[in-house]
Nanobody, 136 residues
């Protein structure tokens, strides 16, 4: 189960921090990502983070549209992933979703390579979404 929070309404240039609390059992390795969707448009990836691997633990990746403004991070003790959003623009307005791809068994470097916001169909677990509205 993934539960997002932290959405809201802000003016352009403002900041928000989204949280995703994950209850996904005892999986120690996971790829977590944030996606967003505007009504009538396809969902798009925003950022991803790889957690718990032998190599690449904490590796992050961002869509060009948010690079330098958004930061994805983790707090393993709280099983929570965050998306810090700064310098928000009206075009960032969307429903934001957290998603998880869980891994088990023997670790392989391909798992790190496969952790990406560009691979939406790989994510099996999704939250209900939190709305972000940025006014000009």
């Amino acid at each position: 189960q993934l539960v997002e929070s932290g959405g809201g309404s802000v003016q352009a240039g403002g900041s928000l921090r989204l949280s995703c609390a994950a209850s996904v059992g005892t999986y120690s390795r996971k790829c977590m990502a944030w996606f967003r969707q505007i009504p009538g448009k396809e969902r798009e990836g925003v950022a991803s983070i790889y957690i718990g691997g032998v190599l690449g633990d904490g590796s992050t990746s961002y869509a060009d549209s948010v690079k330098g403004r958004f930061t994805i991070s983790q707090d393993n003790a709280k099983n929570t992933v965050y998306l810090q959003m700064n310098s928000l623009k009206p075009e960032d307005t969307a429903m934001y979703y957290c998603a998880a791809l869980l891994s088990a068994g023997r670790w392989d470097v391909s798992e790190l390579r496969a952790c990406s916001w560009q691979r939406e169909s790989d994510f099996r677990y999704w939250g209900q979404g939190t709305q972000v509205t940025v006014s000009s």
